[in-house]
């Protein structure tokens, strides 16, 4: 399930340090927002998810925060751990109604022991 | 079964071959996609079918044909590929029109075009 060949952009931190991903997303009209994580060998599952309504969203370890004047999303892992190496994809909604995703490119994380 | 199922995991087939790629979801939603993840564009849809009727077919090249015989599976038949073709195909689903969590994705089927 990894993205093969992609040049992905790459965040490495040490285990027990917070890391933060980035995400800028494309449609102004987007009213739905979604952290996907992806492990090797596996789909992409599903990690947070935020309204347009909202600005912030904590979930367990994890923290989603939307700018939408900016049109930037974060997703805030606390006290990274090994298991959290991956891929992150953000995804906007940008059909009303129908929940067809649009995905980000994605960044690689990399955990240090 | 839970979840999400793709199957085959993995499968290498000929310019000239016909095969086809299975999904099954045991969630009770109504909508499904097939999405294509490739080293170029990672993460590509391809079809959604809401309610077992095809609503969006973006783009696609015709030798890649879905069917959606009932809401709990999808196909997507495959002939004449390219080796450009060869990505990973991933099958989601989801509950359109309860607001609810977004999709939910199979681990995918690993296509190799020789």
């Known amino acids: 399930g990894e993205s093969v060949g992609l040049h992905l952009p790459t965040l490495s931190v040490q285990e027990g340090d917070n890391s933060i991903i980035n995400c800028a997303y494309s449609?102004?009209?987007?009213?739905?927002f979604i952290w996907y994580k992806q492990e090797s060998g596996k789909g992409p599952q599903f990690i947070i998810d935020?309204?347009?309504?909202?600005d912030k969203r904590q979930g367990q370890r994890v923290t989603v925060l939307l700018n939408k004047t900016v049109k930037h999303l974060s997703l805030q892992i606390a006290a990274t751990q090994p298991g959290d190496s991956a891929v992150y994809f953000c995804?906007?909604?940008?059909?009303?109604?129908?929940?067809?995703?649009?995905f980000g490119s994605g960044t690689r994380l990399q955990v240090q022991p | 079964e839970t979840g999400v199922t793709q199957t085959p995991r993995h499968l290498v087939m000929g310019m000239t071959n016909k095969k086809s790629l299975k999904c099954e979801q045991h969630?009770?939603?109504?909508?499904m996609y097939w999405y294509k993840q490739s080293a170029k564009k990672p993460l590509e849809l391809m079809f959604v079918?809401?309610?077992?009727?095809?609503?969006e077919n973006n783009s696609v090249p015709s030798r890649f044909s879905p069917e959606c015989p009932n809401s709990s599976h999808l196909f997507l038949h495959l002939h004449t590929l390219q080796p450009e073709d060869s990505a990973l195909y991933l099958c989601?689903?989801?509950?359109?029109?309860?607001?609810?969590?977004?999709?939910?994705f199979g681990s995918g089927t690993r296509l190799t075009v020789v």
């Open positions: 449609n102004s009209a987007s009213d739905y």
């Open positions: 969630l009770g939603h109504n909508a």
């Open positions: 995804a906007e909604n940008t059909g009303t109604g129908r929940r067809a995703l649009t």
């Open positions: 989601a689903s989801s509950q359109v029109g309860t607001g609810g969590d977004g999709y939910t």
């Open positions: 079918y809401s309610l077992e009727e095809r609503v």
């Open positions: 935020i309204r347009s309504n909202m």
